[in-house]
């Protein structure tokens, strides 16, 4: 797999600002404290029982990125989580990547197989949030960098 070194632009149509992905979750605090206090996200908004919903946007500091997390119903319902589900952030390099682990081992998280051999292969941990979805922690910047082989 190979990424393009050219500079991509939203199409003249369809002028975005930002970008937000929105998931369901049936264990709010858990997954709330999962991406807030042990993988250190930002709360840029939150919000309990607002029309029945309790919710938390996250964002990735200087993008206009954010993820949203929701609770609703009684009880809460959720997909099942998928292994090709993923939420993948891009570190800088493998240091970062090895300080973002030891920071999660820390916190009592332990790393997850991946389902797909792309990410073992080219240096990439997974954890499993409380609902069972993953986050992959990848020692490269997709799009700018070549992604590492392992030996």
């Known amino acids: 797999m190979s990424s393009s070194p050219l500079p991509h632009t939203w199409p003249e149509h369809l ?19 999962f991406y807030c206090d042990d993988l250190g996200l930002p709360v840029l ?6 029309a029945g919903y309790d919710g938390v946007v996250l964002g990735l500091p200087g993008t206009p990125v954010h993820m949203e997390l929701t609770q609703h119903g009684d009880p809460p319902r959720i997909p099942a989580a998928h292994p090709e589900n993923q939420l993948v952030l891009y570190l800088t390099d493998q ?3 090895d300080r973002a682990v030891a920071h999660l081992d820390s916190r009592g998280h332990r790393p997850v197989p991946a389902a ?34 392992q030996p």
């Open 15 to 33: 002028s975005v600002g930002a970008v937000r992905f929105a998931r369901p979750t049936a264990r709010f605090e858990a997954v709330r404290a």
């Open 45 to 50: 908004a939150e919000w309990r029982d607002h």
């Open 95 to 97: 240091a970062a990547h």
């Open 116 to 149: 797909n051999p792309y990410w073992p292969d080219h240096g990439a941990t997974l954890f499993q949030d409380p609902d069972g979805w993953l986050v992959v922690l990848a020692p490269w910047v997709f799009g700018r960098d070549p992604a590492p082989q």
